[in-house]
Antibody, heavy 124, light 107 residues
Framework: QVQLQQSGAELVKPGSSVKISCKAS????????MHWIKQQPGNGLEWIGW????????KYNQKFNGKATLTADKSSSTAYMQLSSLTSEDSAVYFC?????????????????WGPGTMVTVSS | DIVMTQSPTSMSISVGDRVTMNCKAS??????VDWYQQKTGQSPKLLIY???NRYTGVPDRFTGSGSGTDFTFTISNMQAEDLAVYYC?????????FGAGTKLELK
């Protein structure tokens, strides 16, 4: 069965960086895009970007250029997101989610499995 | 960026009610809209994809419709376990964007 296991909560200082992980199991990790989504406390959802683990290609929401860096380790089926120059605005829960294709008449992709989320708290 | 405007922000409902919520896109997104359910402390779960397709295992009381800029999500016979926040999301163009959510609460 498909599972996405995310790393534990992080308490980090302003100005620092943090790297969170999303370990995939139950499917071929290199065959599907992995997306990352941000959710600030009490707020809605914000799309950060994706990585295709098969070749390392990435696509970012321009808002997160320079803030988020997506990588993937094929050997451990783990996707990573590094957040840099952290401020209080980066305090949030971060989800990874698999982007799955429906190869119908008009192919379509959707988020079928989500990780449980990693809470990042930025505080001095 | 495409803005997805959800309405209403919240609804007070009773078990058995028919619940309808809306999502309006700031520009044409075709049928590239999904609906997600998020319960407190959990990650979102896909209910409807491509505007009107029910995801595997989703009860048929959940339906979606619409295209272009106007989308509707309906729960035909509200159950207690449906209490959650519901989000629409467009994947027509980057950056993908979500609505602010509609929260369902018990009356």
């Amino acid at each position: 069965q498909v599972q996405l296991q995310q790393s534990g909560a992080e308490l980090v200082k302003p100005g620092s960086s943090v790297k969170i992980s999303c370990k995939a199991s139950g499917y071929t990790f290199t065959s599907y895009d992995m997306h990352w989504i941000k959710q600030q406390p009490g707020n809605g959802l914000e799309w950060i970007g994706w990585i295709y683990p098969g070749n390392g290609n990435t696509k970012y929401n321009q808002k997160f250029n320079g803030k988020a860096t997506l990588t993937a380790d094929k050997s451990s089926s783990t996707a990573y997101m590094q957040l840099s120059s952290l401020t209080s605005e980066d305090s949030a829960v971060y989800f990874c989610a698999r982007f799955f294709p429906d190869y119908g008449y008009n192919p379509y992709w959707y988020f079928d499995f989500w990780g449980p989320g990693t809470m990042v708290t930025v505080s001095s | 960026d495409i803005v997805m405007t959800q309405s209403p922000t919240s609804m007070s409902i009773s078990v058995g009610d028919r619940v309808t919520m809306n999502c309006k896109a700031s520009q044409n997104v075709g049928s590239n809209v999904d609906w997600y359910q998020q319960k407190t402390g959990q990650s979102p779960k896909l209910l409807i994809y491509k505007a009107s397709n029910r995801y595997t295992g989703v009860p048929d009381r959940f339906t979606g419709s619409g295209s272009g800029t106007d989308f509707t999500f309906t729960i035909s016979n509200m159950q207690a376990e449906d209490l959650a926040v519901y989000y629409c999301m467009q994947s027509n163009s980057y950056p993908y964007t979500f609505g602010a959510g509609t929260k369902l609460e018990l009356k």
